[in-house]
Structures are given as structure tokens and as C-alpha cells.
T-cell receptor, first 112, second 114 residues
């Protein structure tokens, strides 16, 4: 069983839809949770960064962490064609090595 | 401009050859990482280095080697011992300060074995 599970999709939605992307994990030591966005043939870029449980909002993006269920989500409101990309969840415990554990990535397509 | 550069963007290798992928950063970051990305498998850690002249194996180090002679540079050599080297290779760096864990990624190198 992988430490982090993410539905690879692909996920296709119409423009303006609300998108929900999810990851589950098994290691209760994870404390820092990140979402990266990766456009085709590019390197990933950090989208959201949260510590422990709770919600964090940044414009059209909301990240949720539920440590009791070992479940994290990324919501995209009013999705745009420019949001079409692969979204990777990543997480880490308290280790200072910076070794991130990534999910498989979900490919999202937003159709105009 | 500050950032991470990787070269070349595309690389073709014949079976049995060693190739070296370049990664340079001018962000003054202490830690650097190499990942491999295959379709449907996310990013897997090959090697990482937290300080000059020191590096550690990641989850899939077999068939790869690295060096860290300068803070700015962390080249990755894909040796002939790597049986399935065709993949997208990503280099990342991170400032080593406390629990700040964001990693900044380069644009990647796509390696194809002919």
C-alpha cells in the first residue's frame, strides 16, 4: 500500500465547475501538506501549503486537511481552462530532511 | 532572475551509455533533490543533498549517482546499470530553515533511451 493515494483521473469538467481533488494517506506523522500544480512538460509549482488540520483559502483555491480521517482536499471554484494541469498532493512529517511524499497526481481538464 | 535551471531539456541515450543531467540553482538554497516522474506514479525521490559534499539515497537510487561539490550544482548521472531510465527527471531545491518545506522545481529533463 502506498503511503499517499491519489486518484489519477483524468478528470474533465466544464468551465465554471467546482473541482474537488483528494488524497488519502496512511502515515499519521505527516504534518505539512502541499498541493503542487504541474502544466504539461513543466516542473511542478507550489499552489497551497497547510500545516496540520483545517482550511486555507487563496482566491479560487481552498485546501482542507482532516488529520483524523487522513484525508486532504483541494477545491477549485469557478474553474477555468487555464486550470487544466496535473495536481500533485505532497506531504511530510517533522523530519528536517525535506523528503516529500507525493501522490500519483490527478490530471484535470477544464473545457471551455 | 533567481531560479533552478536544468539542462538539457531533452536527452537521448543509447543503451549502455552513461549520461549526466545538469541542475543549477542561484537561490542560495542548501538542500537539493532529484526526482523521477513516470506516468501515473507521481514523483519518486532518487537522491538528495542537504549540504555540500554530502548526499543521501532516496527511494530509487539504484543505477544513479550524484555529486555535490558546489552549493549551486547537483548533477545526476544515469548509469548503464539503470534498467529503465526513460522518464522525466526533476531537480528541486529548498532553503534549509526550520520546518519550511516548500521545494522549488526546475523545468525538468526528459530522457529517452533509444
Amino acid at each position: 500500500q502506498k503511503e499517499v493515494e491519489q486518484d489519477p483521473g483524468p478528470l474533465s469538467v466544464p468551465e465554471g465547475a467546482i473541482v474537488s481533488l483528494n488524497c488519502t494517506y496512511s502515515n499519521s506523522a505527516f504534518q505539512y501538506f502541499m498541493w503542487y500544480r504541474q502544466y504539461s512538460r513543466k516542473g511542478p509549482e507550489l499552489l497551497m501549503y497547510t500545516y496540520s488540520s483545517g482550511n486555507k483559502e487563496d482566491g479560487r483555491f481552498t485546501a482542507q486537511v482532516d488529520k483524523s480521517s487522513k484525508y486532504i482536499s483541494l477545491f477549485i471554484r469557478d474553474s477555468q481552462p487555464s486550470d487544466s494541469a496535473t495536481y500533485l498532493c505532497a506531504m511530510i512529517g517533522s523530519s528536517n530532511t525535506g523528503k516529500l511524499i507525493f501522490g500519483q497526481g490527478t490530471t484535470l481538464q477544464v473545457k471551455p | 532572475d533567481g531560479g533552478i535551471t536544468q539542462s538539457p531539456k531533452y536527452l537521448f541515450r543509447k543503451e549502455g551509455q552513461n549520461v549526466t543531467l545538469s541542475c543549477e540553482q542561484n537561490l542560495n538554497h542548501d538542500a537539493m533533490y532529484w526526482y523521477r516522474q513516470d506516468p501515473g506514479q507521481g514523483l519518486r525521490l532518487i537522491y538528495y543533498s542537504q549540504i555540500v559534499n554530502d548526499f543521501q539515497k532516496g527511494d530509487i537510487a539504484e543505477g544513479y549517482s550524484v555529486s555535490r561539490e558546489k552549493k549551486e550544482s547537483f548533477p545526476l548521472t544515469v548509469t548503464s546499470a539503470q534498467k529503465n531510465p526513460t522518464a522525466f527527471y526533476l531537480c528541486a531545491s529548498r532553503p534549509d530553515r526550520g520546518n519550511y518545506n516548500e521545494q522549488f522545481f526546475g523545468p525538468g529533463t526528459r530522457l529517452t533511451v533509444l
